[in-house]
């Protein structure tokens, strides 16, 4: 160990430590803006700047290794007098239309001013505003870059993507995508883990909220509503409840008062995809069918596939996701038991995520030429919309979703989880090959954070090699292995955003970036707290789904199932 002063504490850390960590053991906070531990520690914005008594000059807390005996100074006049005249060279640069921007008041630079009393600032408005990308799911404005990469890093090495770079040099260096194009034109997979890191209003969600508003007061419509499983524990943070909150009956309540005729629940039709995926899973097993099979539910993993690892197309599960499953029987299933006319439903989907923007709109994903999902809005959409319809959410009473396609069990609720949607397979399928009602279902090895995980599983006679993998970047290390042939498995989970749902790009933004993992952890147990309290821990026990087939689907795999949940991706 090394032990340093800084700000006269004595401290006393590992000898690899920069200081900047050291203060954070200390528990001094040292303002940061392009640094990501671990992940963007390029020292390009200058913004943590310390002394360090007796050393030439100024330097980097991120990226400085501490010294045994050394004196740093983080908040000296000479320290904060500099940061202030870097801050205000970057805002120089930067459009400040705060009151228009949609990190208004959750903007690290913001924040960032007003703790350094910025004042007046020259600012030039650059043409660049009018170069503002808003065709896809995810929109950017490199009118508020500020050039820290953490996008390029995100985007790089944990996605594997590389949709977007640094470009040109000196004072027209820019973050964009190769020759400038669209980013919807090439590879970019609109997980939105930009948007997430993204310390300023750059990088955004394409706000779809009007297209509910306006569906919401067209009295012709019959709107109705699903929530991603996700939703429902971070929600709360929006509102400042604490991370992990269970406010599902809450947001109910919520999309009641909004107006929409029908609030339901994508957890319904996470358990409808368990039925109809588990049943694919068990007959590729038995017939000699396409083996690894892949989950299908992540539309982000999805265009990656296309992309980078087309080979793997077929081993793709012919289910649509949950959110697509619910859009095709709210269409059909519904509006027949109600009497309505099915074009006359709209639905709207609340996600956690940017490519399910994305998904809804794939020309897959229509039957009977009616698309499943008319409009999906992310965590964050959502809250904006409570907001405006000036609903005091944290005093709202919790009520429940509609039945018909409201009921979901505790194996729905974990698809959120990086391995849930493993877990809730096997509990089903488990089941279904040995003929019994297992009580052990907690299948602890495929949860966890890790980027990569596999566990084999013992189904009676069966041994079932399964792995999961979180991140895209992920997910190319393991289809390697299987590519190189030095991996087999019978079921892989991929999900396209580290942690899972819980993680997804559409959630809401985690301001202190040294929060992050702590974040995904509350999120994830509050997660697993709502599974283990469900009193219906497996899929086929959900009685609306039971209903769903023995009045309209007939039995998983079947025909009808078939037309309106499966589909097939063909790049
Ligand atoms: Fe997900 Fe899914 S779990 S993909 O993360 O399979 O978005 O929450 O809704 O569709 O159920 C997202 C979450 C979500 C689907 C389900
Ligand atoms: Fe990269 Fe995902 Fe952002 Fe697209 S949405 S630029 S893939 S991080």
Not at 255 to 280: C, R
Not at 380 to 386: P, V
Not at 505 to 528: F, H, N
């Amino acid at each position: 160990n090394v032990t340093l002063k800084i700000d006269g504490i004595e401290v006393s850390v590992p000898k690899d430590y920069t200081i900047l960590q050291a203060a954070r053991q200390a528990n001094i906070e040292i303002p940061t803006l392009c640094y990501l531990q671990g992940l963007n520690e390029p020292a390009s914005c200058r913004i943590c700047v310390v002394e360090v008594e007796g050393w030439r000059g100024l330097q980097p807390a991120c990226v400085t290794k501490v010294v045994e005996g050394i004196v740093v100074k983080t908040a000296s006049k000479v320290v904060r007098e500099t940061r202030k005249g870097i801050l205000e060279l970057i805002l120089a640069n930067h459009n400040r239309e705060c009151l228009s921007c949609t990190r208004n008041q959750n903007c690290e630079l913001q924040k960032m001013s007003e703790e350094m009393g910025v004042g007046e600032v020259y600012y030039q408005k650059k043409a660049a505003r009018a170069a503002m990308d808003k065709t896809g799911p995810v929109v950017r404005d490199t009118s508020k870059c500020v050039l820290c990469g953490r996008c390029v890093s995100v985007c790089s090495s944990v996605q594997n993507v590389d949709a977007i770079d640094f470009a040109h040099r000196g004072p027209q260096t820019s973050v964009t995508t190769p020759y400038e194009e669209k980013l919807t034109a090439r590879n970019c997979i609109n997980c939105g883990q930009c948007i997430k890191v993204c310390p300023v209003g750059a990088l955004s969600e394409r706000d779809d909220t009007d297209l509910v508003w306006a569906a919401l007061e067209n009295s012709e419509l019959n709107v109705v509503v699903q929530t991603a499983p996700a939703v429902r524990i971070a929600l709360g943070e929006e509102f400042g409840l604490p991370v992990g909150t269970d406010v599902e009956g809450k947001m109910v309540t919520a999309l009641k008062k909004l107006g929409f005729d029908k609030v339901f629940d994508t957890n319904f039709s996470a358990d409808l995809t368990i039925m109809e995926e588990g049943t694919e899973l068990i007959s590729r097993i038995n017939n000699g069918g396409k083996l690894p099979l892949i989950t299908s539910c992540s539309p982000g993993w999805i265009k990656f596939c296309e992309h980078k690892y087309p080979d793997f197309l077929d081993n793709l599960s012919s289910c649509k996701s949950p959110q697509q499953m619910f859009g095709a029987v709210a269409k059909s299933y519904y509006p027949e038991k109600a009497g309505i006319d099915p074009k006359k439903v709209f639905v709207v989907s609340v996600m956690p995520c940017t490519a399910k923007k994305y998904e809804a709109d794939r020309e897959e994903l229509v039957v009977d030429e009616l698309k499943d999902i008319d409009v999906a809005i992310t965590t964050r959409e959502l809250a904006k919309m409570i907001k405006q319809a000036g609903i005091q959410f944290t005093d709202l009473a919790d009520s429940k979703a509609d039945s018909m396609m409201g009921e979901g069990t505790g194996a729905a609720v974990i698809f959120a989880n990086t391995g849930g949607v493993m877990e809730a397979a096997i509990r089903t399928v488990a089941d279904i090959l040995t003929g019994e009602d297992l009580k052990d279902i907690d299948y602890i090895a495929v949860r966890g954070q890790e980027g990569i995980k596999e566990a084999s599983v013992n189904i009676g006679d069966l041994e079932l090699k399964v792995a999961v993998a979180n991140s895209t970047g992920a997910a190319s290390k393991l289809l390697d292995k299987i590519r190189a042939g030095e991996s087999t498995y019978h079921f892989i989970e991929i999900m396209g955003c580290a942690g899972g749902c819980i993680n997804g790009g559409g959630q809401p933004i985690i301001m202190d970036k040294s929060k992050t993992e702590e974040v995904k952890q509350l999120r994830t147990a509050g997660i697993y707290n709502k599974d283990k309290n469900n009193p219906k821990r497996k899929s086929h026990k959900n009685e609306e789904i039971q209903k769903l087939y023995a009045e309209y689907l007939d039995k998983p795999g079947s025909h009808k199932a078939h037309h309106i949940l499966h589909t097939h991706y063909v790049n």
